[in-house]
């Protein structure tokens, strides 16, 4: 069995500001650290269930967080932010998909809670008229191949969110969200317990889980902070603008709606007003 792991980090414990997961930082050393180590559990957990295959794809900021030296040794790894599926680049072949590290939506009280932009920029996104995360979008695009979502990692809003969304996914609550900056966070090394026994559990009942999947048309809808954000992401011939400060990219295709998507997050990113 091929285990896909997309690996976040504003979902590890401790971290609850952005200055926690921006390297050269005072702590980010420190929460990288947990974020590899949150990783290797769940790569432990699931080889003692019987999976063989691990690949791990960088998801966070710039992509080269992972301590690679110390990551699990029967593990790839990929590095690197210029990826065409971004957060989910090298998922195709896997039987089932991890999400380690991750977090709320943009718009909900969950620690650092944001969609693809941590700037601020995005205020909601929606998928299919629908409120989106990351791991919500991710999860779809992992259905299109039928592979399923076993296991979540984060705060409390983002293992609800799986809960209600991924049938049979394992969680790992590392940390309750009490403000977008403050949490209430376990210890490191009972986050790393946690973590191995959810991604134990999720190989041993692999037959229970099931692909996350919808039906097309697929539309992300998306609401800038700014409206000048809004009119600078107009460059693809499917983007609609559908108010001031939203837009609107739909496709039959989920996968080109995805990279659509990222084209446009992308461009949002260069925003003047949010650096």
């Given amino acids: 069995m091929k285990i896909y792991i997309s690996a976040d980090m504003e979902g590890v414990t401790g971290v609850t500001h952005p200055q926690d997961v921006i390297p050269g930082r005072e702590r980010f050393d420190d929460f990288r650290r947990y974020l590899t180590a949150d990783v290797n559990a769940a790569i432990e957990g699931a080889a003692n269930a019987g999976a063989t295959g691990f690949l791990v794809n960088e998801a966070h900021d710039g992509m080269r967080n992972i301590i690679l030296e110390d990551l699990d040794e029967r593990a790839e790894v990929i590095v690197g932010s210029r990826k065409p599926l971004s957060m989910m680049e090298g998922f195709e072949d896997s039987d089932v998909a991890f999400f380690i590290g991750y977090h709320a939506m943009a718009g909900v009280g969950g620690v650092l809670s944001h969609t693809f932009n941590s700037s601020l920029a995005v205020v909601a996104v929606e998928l299919n008229g629908e409120p989106c995360s990351e791991a919500r979008m991710n999860a779809t695009l992992a259905g299109t191949r ?73 539309t992300f809808t998306v609401e800038f902070a700014t409206a000048s954000t809004a009119a600078g992401v107009m460059f693809f011939p499917e983007i609609e603008r559908v108010g001031e400060r939203r837009v609107s990219i739909a496709h039959d295709d989920f996968e080109t709606a995805f990279k659509m998507f990222i084209g446009a997050m992308r461009m949002a990113s260069f925003d003047p007003d949010y650096g």
């Avoid at 039928?146 to 705060?155: H, R, S």
């Avoid at 049938?167 to 986050?191: E, F, G, L, N």
């Fill in 146 to 218: 039928n592979i399923p979502v076993g296991l979540v990692t984060g705060d409390d809003r983002t293992c609800e969110e799986a809960k209600s969304l991924y049938s049979s996914v394992k969680t790992a609550k590392v940390k309750t969200a009490i403000d977008r900056y403050t949490a209430r966070c376990i210890h490191p090394k009972r986050a790393v317990e946690i973590i191995r026994g959810a991604a134990e559990g999720a190989v041993k009942e692999v037959s229970s889980l099931e692909p996350y999947a919808l039906d097309p048309p697929h």
